[in-house]
């Protein structure tokens, strides 16, 4: 493959206290530890190891967002990714807007594979890549486990994590991977490789210059903490918990 | 966001032991300071915090424990830049500045103070090699160095001279283009198992001008260790005596002039004071973070013991302390980097410090985890007994007075 695009998204960290802002509008993120989506981090190594071993001869980060984004794309630079595309925008971005954001940035960049995290930790959506795909006219293979090539034939095989067990595709390129947890386990950046991301280039474009209109489609009525776990009971007897199970919490 | 905490758990449960995932129990080791660190800076924090928490931390007490010298961990360290973190990077090292350095080193000791240390010798051995060393010397010994298939020591005090270290008796004798070097070296960290021992001995008259510097190879006949020393702490580390009877060092092997070796080890030694505070830093950040963590926990007479005052004051002033000797830390480094004749002064009062006042943290942990605290399994009495050694090391507390007071009057004259 001559070119890997990846999605790399800014998201609140994965250690860190999420807390809901006082007019239920969303969660607090000013002051809160941020940090490349876990998933798009394991896009990210994927993407390497293609490189790796010689599968793939370029990777590009992509993200899109507030200019902090950029800190991600370094991020997958200092990872080994060769170069970076930001869209800067302050807009909220929905799925669907990004989606269209990147089958534009893959219209200019014609790569052979678009990876992306299966979802992001913040939202949880699990939309992007779907649409993605389907705005694209690729094939499309989510909840990858596992990634080959068959070079000559121009063709992916992925292997995905579904409920009865396990699912392989073959998929003609270019095609939408997204990555689940157990694809890989990302590697870390080194300091020279840290620095060595600072010479790298970042390409700056718009949703204008895309000519997409990332207006949010969906409107958020309300964010709430879930509700506090109570205090447990101990059962004295058999019948007493298929009662309170049957009774109190209504599941049999 | 239930679904977050659901997926969360999941990717916890899932990879507990791996990198990405993996969780420092209790606070998310973030500094009041960060908001000051460049992008570069937070990205080197990142590795190094990635590192802490997935290789470091998790295996800290059974090292501790075994007294195990993590060589493979220490290797993959290596492999990101860890062990060559102010090394040039035309000899493959990471090019780093000293500022740099100190919160690389107090993320990873906040894992692990004891193997942390470590790095910060075979640093400061190698910085002392890039530095001084001759074109050929470089070439020879970074390259393994830097990579940690070679381990290195510093070779300074000796069984009679200690705080006088200009006293030092190891005598380094010329026969035609060689030395003999007979002596012997006390609390050597590495000592036994290091590749490459930077030994200072006296090649001239008796003060600090006779001293040169010499790197002794491992393998070199009369060269001998001691027993590995049973220490208070710093377990996962050899530390033992080295003896040197009758050992031929060709004189490639000398690093600098001759008479310079004091000097060189004196000038190692400010960076070696800042990494040894920063070492501090890291631990007692570990501590105040456990104690933070347990003090909104633990319930007694009805409530939080968070909720009392007594408890309050104390982890007020452990904080101050972090931030204080942190802030003293990085100064200091920033100091060196710029090559101010203030560094001297400036390592001095920050090593004396931060030594100091970071122990007293672990301590307050202790007390503040009560019973706990002095159980193993709740890290922080290991963190006490790695950093009391830091009050004594690089020059005791009291000679960094010493220095204080002599930089001082330098400057009245």
Known sequence: MKRVLVAVKRVIDYNARIRVKADKSGVETSNVKMSMNPFCEIAVEEALRLKGNKLAEEVVAVSLGPKACQDQIRTAMAMGADRGIHVLTDTELQPLAVAKLLAKIAERESPDMFLLGKQAIDDDCNQTGQMLAALLSWPQATFASKVELEAGERKAVV?????????????????????????????????????KAKKKPIDQLTPEELGVDVAPRLQTVKVEEPPKRKGGIIVHSVEELVDKLRNEAKVL | MLHRSVVLGVLRSIRSNTRSFATTTGGAQTSLWDQNLSEDQLEFQRTAREFAA?????????????????????????????????????????????????????TL?????????????????????????????????????????????????EPGSGSDAASLSTTAKRDGTDYILTGSKAFISGGGVSDLYLVMARTGAPGPKGISAFLVEKGSAGLSFGKQEAKMGWNAQPTCSVSLDGVRVPQENRLGEEGQGFSIAMTALDGGRINIGTCSVGGAAFCLDRALQY???????????????????????????????????????????????????????????????????????????????????YGVERVMRDLRVHKILEGTNQIMNVIIARELSRRQH
């Open chain 2, 54 to 106: 997935k290789e470091l931390l998790p295996n800290a007490a059974k090292w501790d424990e075994e007294k195990h010298f993590p060589v493979d961990t220490l290797r993959q360290a290596a492999e990101l830049g860890f062990a060559s973190v102010y090394i040039s990077e035309d000899i493959g090292g990471s090019g780093l500045t000293r500022s740099d350095a100190t919160i690389i080193f107090e």
């Open chain 2, 295 to 377: 003090a909104s926990e633990r319930k007694q007479f009805g409530q939080a013991i968070s909720k009392f005052q007594a408890i309050q004051f104390k982890l007020a002033d452990m904080a101050t302390a972090v931030h204080a000797s942190r802030l003293m830390i990085r100064r200091a480094a920033e100091s060196l980097d710029a090559n101010a004749q203030s560094a001297t002064l400036e390592a001095a009062m920050a090593k004396r410090f931060a030594t100091d006042a970071c122990y007293g943290v672990a301590d307050d942990a202790v007390q503040v985890l009560g019973g706990y605290g002095y159980l193993k399994e």
């Open chain 1, 159 to 195: 292997t995905r994590e579904v409920d009865g067990g396990l699912e392989t595709l073959r998929l003609r390129l270019p095609a939408v991977v997204t990555t689940d947890l157990r694809l890989n386990e990302p590697r870390y950046a080194t300091l020279p490789n840290i620095m």
């Open chain 2, 109 to 157: 000791a906040y894992g692990d103070i004891s193997t942390t240390a470590y790095l910060t010798i075979h640093n400061m051995v190698s910085g002392c090699i890039d530095r001084y060393g001759t074109d050929a010397q470089r070439q020879r010994f970074l390259p393994q160095l830097i990579s940690l298939q070679a381990f290195s020591s510093y070779c300074l005090t």
